[in-house]
C-alpha cells in the first residue's frame, strides 16, 4: 500500500540491502546510520558469519560491556566471572561481595538435583487409568524405541528417568505426559523436544493398537518446561556475627545483621520488595549466564515460577542469625549447560568458560548461584546501610561525565567535587559547563 512501510522478501535481502531499505524508510540520515551500523560489524569475518547465524535478519552487533568479577572464592576455588551487563554497579557490586566474603570463607554451593522436565499435551477420551496402563506396560519398549536418541546421552550418564500421567480436573479431555531427563552438561533443549516429538508418535500408535481404535487420541504439543524445581543448586555464605564488620556508615555488625535479615524476611512476605530483591538477584545470574552463552530467558522465568511455588511469589534468598552465626543463602533452579548451543559457538562465551576452568554444567550452576547470592549480599547491603544511590551515583557520574566527553582532568575534578553534591545530568552538566567557561576566560 502506498505510503506503507512494509515489506516482504526482506529475509531474502542481504545485510547491505537489509540496512538500506531500514534506513531509508526509518531514519533521517540514512548514510550516516548506514556507515554506523556497519561499524559494528565484527572485523573478525568468520566470526561475523557466526553471530549473524544465530538470528534471522541480522543487520549488525549490538554491542555490550563484557565485564570480570575477580576474587570469587566458591567451594575452596578461585574464580574470575566473566558478566555482561549494561546496568552500572552491577559487576563493582559483585566485585564487592566477592571480595568481602573471600575474607570470611567464600561461597559453598551445592548441586541438589539435575532432573531437567518436557510435556506432551495431549487430548484422550478415555479414562487416565488408560493411559497409565500403557505407560506402565510400554515403558520399557518406548525407552527401547527412543534409544536412536538417547544412546549418546546415556553413554554420558544422562537420559530419559521418568513418566509421569498429570490430569487437569478443570480441563478434562486433557492429559499429559511429563518426562523427566538428565541432560549432563548441556543445557538440553533439543535432545528434550526431539525426544518429546517422537514419544508422542509411539504413544499414539500404542493407544490405537492396544485399544483397538476405542479411543481417540490427539496430541496438542510437545516441548520442554523451562520450570525445573529439581534442577536446583544451592549457595550459601556464613560467617561469625562479629566478623561481619567493618560496615560502611560505621553501623555495628550486630545491628548490620539484624537489618540484613528483616530485609530478607520482608522479601520472604512481600511479593512487592521480593521482585525487586529478585531482580538483584537476577543481576548476577543473568550477567554469568549471558557471558557463558545460556538462555537467560529459561533461567528468569524458571526462577520467578520457583519463586512462587508455595503460591506466593517470594524471596528467592534467605538469611538466619543464630547463637552467634550469620548464614545467608540462595536456593533457585538453574538448567545451563556448557556444552552445545552457543557456549561453544560464540566466541565470547567460549572464553567465557575457559575463563572460569570449563567447568560442566554443575560447577557452572554452583559457580552462577554464587555470583547471584554475592549480588544480593551486595544490593542488601548497600540498602541497610549507605543507601543504594550512592554506588548508582557514582556510576551514574561516570557516564554523564562520558556523554559530556569530559577530559581526564575533567573527570578528576567532577569526582572530587561531587563526593559530597548530589549527582544528576543537570548538576553535572552545569559543573562542566562553569569549569570550561572558567577555562575560556
Ligand atoms: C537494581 O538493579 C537492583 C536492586 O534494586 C536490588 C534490590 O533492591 O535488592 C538494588
Known amino acids: 500500500m502506498e505510503g506503507r512501510k512494509t515489506i516482504s522478501g526482506f529475509s531474502k535481502l542481504n545485510k547491505r540491502g537489509k540496512i538500506k531499505w531500514i534506513v531509508e524508510n526509518f531514519f533521517k540520515d540514512p548514510e550516516v546510520v548506514m556507515r554506523e551500523l556497519m561499524s559494528y560489524w565484527l572485523k573478525n569475518e568468520e566470526q561475523q558469519k557466526i553471530l549473524d547465524g544465530f538470528s534471522e535478519n541480522t543487520i549488525s552487533v549490538f554491542p555490550m560491556p563484557f565485564s570480570v568479577a575477580p576474587n570469587f572464592v566458591i567451594n575452596d576455588k578461585d574464580y574470575c566471572v566473566p558478566m555482561v551487563i549494561e546496568e552500572s554497579s552491577v559487576v563493582a557490586a559483585a566485585s564487592s561481595a566477592a571480595k568481602y566474603w573471600m575474607k570470611r570463607g567464600g561461597f559453598t554451593a551445592r548441586v541438589i538435583d539435575v532432573m531437567k522436565l518436557g510435556q506432551l499435551h495431549f487430548n484422550f477420551n478415555g479414562q487416565p487409568d488408560r493411559i497409565q496402563l500403557i505407560l506402565t506396560k510400554y515403558e520399557a519398549y518406548f525407552k527401547k524405541n527412543l534409544k536412536p536418541y538417547t544412546e549418546n546421552m546415556e553413554a554420558r550418564g544422562g537420559g530419559i528417568m521418568d513418566f509421569k500421567l498429570?490430569?487437569?480436573?478443570?480441563?478434562?479431555?486433557?492429559?499429559?505426559?511429563?518426562?523427566?531427563?538428565?541432560?549432563?552438561?548441556?543445557?538440553?533443549?533439543?535432545?528434550?523436544?526431539?525426544?518429546?516429538?517422537?514419544?508422542?508418535?509411539?504413544?499414539?500408535?500404542?493407544?490405537?493398537?492396544?485399544?483397538?481404535?476405542?479411543?481417540?487420541?490427539?496430541?496438542?504439543?510437545?516441548?520442554?518446561?523451562?520450570?525445573?524445581?529439581?534442577?536446583?543448586?544451592?549457595?550459601?555464605?556464613?560467617?561469625?556475627?562479629?566478623?561481619?564488620?567493618?560496615?560502611?556508615?560505621?553501623?555495628?555488625?550486630?545491628?548490620?545483621?539484624?537489618?540484613?535479615?528483616?530485609?530478607?524476611?520482608?522479601?520472604?512476605?512481600?511479593?512487592?520488595?521480593?521482585?525487586?530483591?529478585?531482580?538483584?538477584?537476577?543481576?548476577?545470574?543473568?550477567?554469568?549466564?549471558?557471558?557463558?552463552?545460556?538462555?537467560?530467558?529459561?533461567?528468569?522465568?524458571?526462577?520467578?515460577?520457583?519463586?512462587?511455588?508455595?503460591?506466593?511469589?517470594?524471596?528467592?534468598?534467605?538469611?538466619?542469625?543464630?547463637?552467634?552465626?550469620?548464614?545467608?543463602?540462595?536456593?533457585?533452579?538453574?538448567?545451563?549447560?556448557?556444552?552445545?548451543?552457543?557456549?561453544?559457538?560464540?566466541?565470547?562465551?567460549?572464553?567465557?568458560?575457559e575463563m572460569l576452568g570449563n567447568p560442566g554444567a554443575e560447577e557452572l550452576m554452583q559457580i552462577v548461584a554464587s555470583v547471584g547470592l554475592a549480588q544480593n549480599f551486595a544490593a542488601v547491603r548497600s540498602l541497610v546501610t549507605t543507601g543504594i544511590q550512592r554506588g548508582h551515583m557514582k556510576m551514574h557520574l561516570s557516564n554523564v561525565l562520558n556523554q559530556l566527553k569530559a577530559t581526564e582532568k575533567e573527570f578528576k575534578m567532577a569526582v572530587e567535587h561531587f563526593s559530597n553534591e548530589i549527582v544528576s545530568h543537570r548538576s553535572v552538566k552545569d559543573f562542566i559547563d562553569a569549569l570550561r567557561s572558567q577555562r575560556m576566560n
Open 166 to 353: 498429570r490430569t487437569f480436573e478443570v480441563e478434562p479431555d486433557y492429559f499429559q505426559v511429563m518426562i523427566s531427563f538428565n541432560t549432563c552438561d548441556s543445557m538440553g533443549a533439543n535432545f528434550i523436544n526431539t525426544i518429546l516429538e517422537e514419544f508422542a508418535v509411539l504413544l499414539e500408535s500404542k493407544i490405537h493398537s492396544e485399544f483397538d481404535g476405542l479411543y481417540e487420541y490427539r496430541t496438542i504439543m510437545c516441548i520442554l518446561s523451562n520450570y525445573t524445581p529439581d534442577c536446583v543448586v544451592e549457595a550459601y555464605a556464613s560467617c561469625p556475627v562479629a566478623d561481619l564488620g567493618p560496615l560502611a556508615g560505621g553501623i555495628k555488625p550486630e545491628e548490620f545483621a539484624d537489618k540484613f535479615a528483616q530485609a530478607i524476611r520482608i522479601a520472604e512476605i512481600d511479593p512487592y520488595r521480593a521482585t525487586t530483591h529478585n531482580k538483584g538477584i537476577f543481576n548476577g545470574i543473568d550477567s554469568v549466564v549471558i557471558a557463558t552463552g545460556n538462555d537467560f530467558r529459561a533461567i528468569e522465568s524458571g526462577g520467578h515460577t520457583y519463586a512462587a511455588k508455595d503460591g506466593q511469589y517470594r524471596s528467592l534468598s534467605h538469611c538466619e542469625v543464630k547463637d552467634g552465626i550469620f548464614k545467608f543463602w540462595l536456593t533457585v533452579p538453574l538448567a545451563l549447560g556448557t556444552v552445545g548451543g552457543l557456549t561453544k559457538l560464540h566466541p565470547v562465551a567460549r572464553r567465557s568458560l
